[in-house]
C-alpha cells in the first residue's frame, strides 16, 4: 500500500519569499509518480508538478520545482519568490489512484 | 476546451436517501476517478473507471455505485446516505495510458442532514 505524510499542518510565508512543503512517502512498487496539487479556498484541486520515481531531474515548472530524494523517500515542494495569490492548501499525492497527504496550508503575508 | 465538470454544485439530502453526482472528463481523457474530501481533509480515493468499467476502488462501502458511459462520463451513486457522507466530492479526469496527472472538477458538495 502507498502512503503520503505531510507533516506540516499549516506554513506562513513572505512575499517574495521561497518556501518548502514537506512530503514524505512510502511505498515497494518500483516505478510511481508523486504530485503536487493546489486547492484554494474555492475548492477545485489544480494540478502543479509531476515526478516519475525514474526521473533523473528534479520537475521544475515555473515557480514550483520538486526536490526529489528518492533514497529518503521524500519529494518536497519548493515555491520560489511566493506570492499573495499562493494561499492555499497543498497537497502531496501518489500514482496510483491518488493517494493524497492531509495538506498543508500555506498563508503568504504582505 | 472545456475542463471537468460536474453538477450539481451544491446538494442537500436527508439521511437515508440516495443521491446521483454526475461528472464529465475534459476532452481527450477517458478516464474518471471519484474523491470524497471531508472538511479538513484530503481527499479520499472512491473508485476509478476506465472503458466504462471498474477499474480500481478505494475503501469505500458498496453504498457508494458508479457508472461510466460510452461518451466517458461518469456518475457518482451513494445509496441511504449517512450524516458522515456530507463532503465534497470531486472527480478527476486522465488518459488512462500512462502516469498523466488528473485534472479535477469543481467538485458537488453535498450535505446530510
Known amino acids: 500500500a502507498q502512503k503520503i505524510t505531510q507533516t506540516q499542518p499549516g506554513m506562513f510565508v513572505q512575499e517574495k519569499e521561497a518556501v518548502t512543503l514537506d512530503c514524505t512517502y512510502d511505498?515497494?512498487?518500483?516505478?510511481?509518480?508523486l504530485f503536487w496539487y493546489k486547492q484554494p479556498s474555492s475548492g477545485e484541486m489544480i494540478f502543479l508538478i509531476y515526478q516519475g520515481s525514474y526521473d533523473e531531474q528534479n520537475a521544475t515548472e515555473g515557480r514550483y520545482s520538486l526536490n526529489f530524494q528518492k533514497a529518503r523517500k521524500s519529494a518536497n515542494l519548493v515555491i520560489s519568490a511566493s506570492q499573495l495569490g499562493d494561499s492555499a492548501m497543498y497537497f502531496c499525492a501518489m500514482m496510483d489512484a491518488l493517494n493524497f497527504g492531509k495538506g498543508t496550508s500555506l498563508l503568504v503575508t504582505p | 476546451d472545456a475542463g471537468v465538470t460536474q453538477s450539481p454544485t451544491h446538494l442537500i439530502k436527508t439521511r437515508g436517501q440516495q443521491v446521483t453526482l454526475r461528472c464529465s472528463p475534459k476532452?481527450?481523457?477517458?478516464?474518471v476517478s471519484w474523491y470524497q474530501q471531508a472538511l479538513g481533509q484530503g481527499p479520499q480515493f472512491i473508485f476509478q473507471y476506465y472503458e466504462e468499467e471498474e477499474r480500481q476502488r478505494g475503501n469505500f462501502p458498496d453504498r457508494f455505485s458508479g457508472h461510466q458511459f460510452p461518451n466517458y462520463s461518469s456518475e457518482l451513486n451513494v445509496n441511504a446516505l449517512l450524516l458522515g457522507d456530507s463532503a465534497l466530492y470531486l472527480c478527476?479526469?486522465?488518459?488512462?495510458?500512462?502516469?498523466?496527472?488528473?485534472?479535477f472538477g469543481p467538485g458537488t458538495r453535498l450535505t446530510v442532514t
Open positions: 511505498t515497494s512498487d518500483q516505478s510511481y509518480g
Open positions: 476532452s481527450g481523457h477517458d478516464t
Open positions: 478527476a479526469s486522465s488518459r488512462g495510458d500512462g502516469p498523466y496527472e488528473q485534472y
